[in-house]
């Protein structure tokens, strides 16, 4: 990628981004209700695409004054806080119209999670608010500003301010040895969204955090960044071959692949953003994607000093395939088939391998095959997943070539109590990661990695475990109540794959005082609450029993109690 075109694509999208952190926050009035069966009388049965949605009565003549829950946890579409309805899920969404894939919570389209107000802006669609009599909202204002007498060109932002602290007793399985640490971080991202007409759009958007705490650790330039340029780039829209298509070139943040493998970096203040290009065409039915970046280097401590990490590449392509619908025990059945490659080139620390001695810096290049099927069939919600990791890896030292050979299974099946006014959904999540044998020093690598996806609410809240030699089963509930409160409780067993490799998490290998001979890890047993306080406004809180088994208290591991909660601004 040549620099000097895309600091001037960074610097043009982020000059128009730039006034939105002059906007004043204000507390927004609860939305109208927004779901389809809303708007008609409750107990009766409406047909939306041919789809038939049971209307839930109320307990009053009106509605509650709560919003719908638009918090979507951001590591599945199965087993969302309610069961969506309609050919395009929820209507609340502003997704771009992309037909099927924005079923559910919208991650089929390949832009991440989008709700009211979603966690990926830049997939957002307000071109609706030309008609001023749509406006409802005080924000909508600034979510569709005409530029020309036509209304073509036009300007949207988009903000969220976010409150972030948790409590750890004994960090990181009591490796950490900041016991009892509080923490707190705060975090802005603002954006603006520039429309040329109907083929070009620029999006720039900026970041800055700061962090603080007692017996705080691992704070460093994701938790404290001064203002820096997150996102900026431009893209171009057009119809070819009878498909939706775009290419999108310059710093973005990147969603599509299943989430338990790449996401956001979202416990952090600065989520993941990458450099380069992605291209998309999307039919009625079939969606492929194609895509090659660079990391963005944010590991500097000057205002825009953000560059691009060369020594980190994520590159591939995806290909969606909606099957037909269907009838399932009396309901809807409908899915999604993703078969993807993603490839990794990670060096230095980031690609280092575990040893008996620590660890071994190299390059490493993990090459992912995979294929998922998600959707719902009647009263069931299922997400099945499988990854073959191929690779090599070159110690740094001896430059001694090593294959990979490793994989991953991901699944999610449950069941959603039908007419169920409280949408309750229970089931059982597994995933397995393979592992391979430290001791070894030639031969292939078993270890499977996954270097950008540890996130909150996957596999276990404090996220001191991650993908890699790992068996994790977690029987869950969740239930959504008053319309505004999502309520969810899990219960994480863990066990290490290979007794010969050692227990993993997110920037690495732990190191214990002693041995640890077991292969179960421990359980953590945790539960979550969702409140969508209204429309831009809400708060989430996390809080988890991390109980480490006696073979590892053995090894000088500890269990531990983990809180974090969450309070949210978006427009």
């Given at each position: 990628m040549h620099r000097s075109l895309f600091r001037g694509a960074l610097f043009l999208a982020c000059g128009m981004a730039s006034s939105a952190l002059l906007l004043p926050g204000a507390l927004a009035a609860p939305a109208e209700s927004s779901g389809v069966a809303q708007d008609k009388p409750a107990g009766a049965y409406l047909s939306h695409h041919g789809e038939h949605i049971l209307v839930q009565p109320l307990s009053g003549a009106q509605a509650p004054p709560f919003p719908p829950v638009v918090l979507y946890p951001h590591a599945t579409p199965t087993g969302q806080p309610v069961r969506t309805t309609g050919k395009q899920g929820r209507v609340s969404g502003r997704q771009y119209d992309w037909g099927v894939f924005n079923r559910g919570n919208g991650e089929a389209a390949g832009f991440g999670p989008v709700?009211?107000?979603?966690?990926?802006?830049?997939?957002?669609?307000?071109?609706r608010l030309r008609d001023k009599s749509r406006r409802k909202d005080p924000f909508d204002v600034l979510k569709y500003i005409a530029l020309n007498e036509s209304g073509s060109i036009w300007l949207s932002f988009s903000g969220e301010t976010r409150l972030r602290n948790w409590f750890e007793s004994r960090p990181n399985l009591g490796t950490q040895h900041n016991n009892d640490s509080g923490r707190f971080a705060v975090r802005n991202l603002y954006g603006a969204d520039l429309h040329l007409g109907a083929h070009v759009r620029l999006f720039g958007q900026l970041v800055n955090g700061d962090a603080a705490g007692w017996n705080a650790y691992g704070y460093g330039s994701t938790y404290r960044?001064?203002?820096?340029?997150?996102?900026?780039?431009?893209?171009?829209?057009?119809?070819i071959l009878n498909a939706k298509s775009g290419f999108i070139f310059g710093r973005q943040q990147f969603l599509d692949a299943p989430?338990?493998?790449?996401?956001?970096?979202?416990?952090?203040?600065?989520?993941?953003?990458?450099n380069g290009f992605r291209a998309y065409m999307v039919w009625p039915r079939i969606r492929i994607d194609g895509w090659d970046f660079v990391q963005t280097n944010d590991a500097q401590t000057k205002m825009f000093h953000d560059t691009e990490n060369y020594s980190t590449r994520l590159y591939g392509f995806n290909m969606t395939w909606a099957p037909p619908d269907g009838r399932f025990m009396g309901d809807r059945y409908n899915s999604f088939l993703d078969l993807f490659y993603?490839?990794?080139?990670?060096?230095?620390?980031s690609g280092a391998i575990a040893t008996p001695k620590g660890t071994e810096k190299g390059s490493n290049t993990r090459n992912n095959f995979g294929v998922r099927w998600h959707g719902i069939a009647g009263p069931f919600e299922f997400s099945l997943g499988s990854i073959w990791q191929g690779g090599v890896f070159k110690d740094a030292k001896t430059n001694q070539a090593r294959t990979v050979n490793a994989y991953a299974l991901n699944t999610l099946v449950g069941y959603r109590i039908p007419h169920d006014p409280f949408h309750t959904f229970a089931g059982v999540q597994t995933d397995v990661y393979s592992g391979?044998?430290?001791?070894?020093?030639?031969?292939?690598?078993?270890?499977?990695?996954?270097?950008?996806?540890p996130q909150t609410n996957y596999l276990d809240t404090t996220t001191y475990m991650t993908g890699s030699n790992l068996i994790s089963v977690a029987p869950l509930i969740k239930a959504t109540f008053l319309k505004s409160f999502s309520f969810q409780v899990k219960y994480p067993f863990f066990w290490r794959y290979s007794q010969n490799d050692p227990v993993y998490k997110s920037s690495g290998a732990y190191s214990f005082p002693y041995q640890f001979k077991g292969k179960f890890v421990g359980m953590a047993p945790q539960a979550s609450l969702a409140w969508q306080i209204n429309t831009h406004l809400s708060w989430t809180q996390y809080v988890s029993r991390f109980m480490t088994s006696s073979a590892l208290n053995h090894a000088g591991g500890s269990s531990g109690t983990y809180y974090q909660s969450n309070f949210v601004f978006r427009f």
């Open positions: 709700g009211e107000y979603g966690v990926a802006p830049w997939a957002e669609d307000w071109s960044k001064r203002l820096d340029a997150q996102q900026a780039f431009i893209e171009t829209k057009w119809t989430s338990y493998m790449l996401y956001n970096r979202e416990t952090p203040n600065v989520p993941l953003s990458w993603v490839g990794y080139k990670l060096s230095g620390t391979g044998n430290v001791r070894k020093t030639s031969g292939a690598i078993g270890t499977y990695i996954s270097p950008f996806s």
